[in-house]
């Protein structure tokens, strides 16, 4: 019970630096251009989870944070499944 508690009340520091770097290991593979719904989530999350943190609610930041870093994590995962747009690329 305690360790819940301690959850709640401690700020959410590694998730919200997992999240960060999962945003910008996405950005480094064009999910900005090549997954931008999950990629655009996970900004609008991670937004959020800082809101929330600021405002001391660590609960909701956290779980923001976590949803930011899923969403980050399918952006780039759709990104490197899809082919690039370089305009160098021969047209299919």
């Not at 999962?22 to 989870?49: D, K, M, N």
Request: charged residues 20%; glycine residues 2%; positive net charge.
């Amino acid at each position: 019970m305690l360790a819940l508690a301690a959850c709640a009340t401690t700020p959410p520091v590694q998730e919200m630096s997992d999240a960060r770097q999962a945003l910008r290991a996405a950005e480094a593979v064009g999910a900005a251009q090549r997954s931008p719904e999950p990629f655009l989530a996970a900004r609008r999350l991670l937004q959020e989870a800082q809101t929330q943190l600021e405002a001391g609610a660590y609960h909701n930041a956290r779980r923001h944070a976590l949803d930011a870093r899923a969403a980050a994590i399918q952006a780039r995962e759709r990104a490197t499944k899809s082919p690039s747009k370089s305009p160098l690329s021969p047209p299919p």
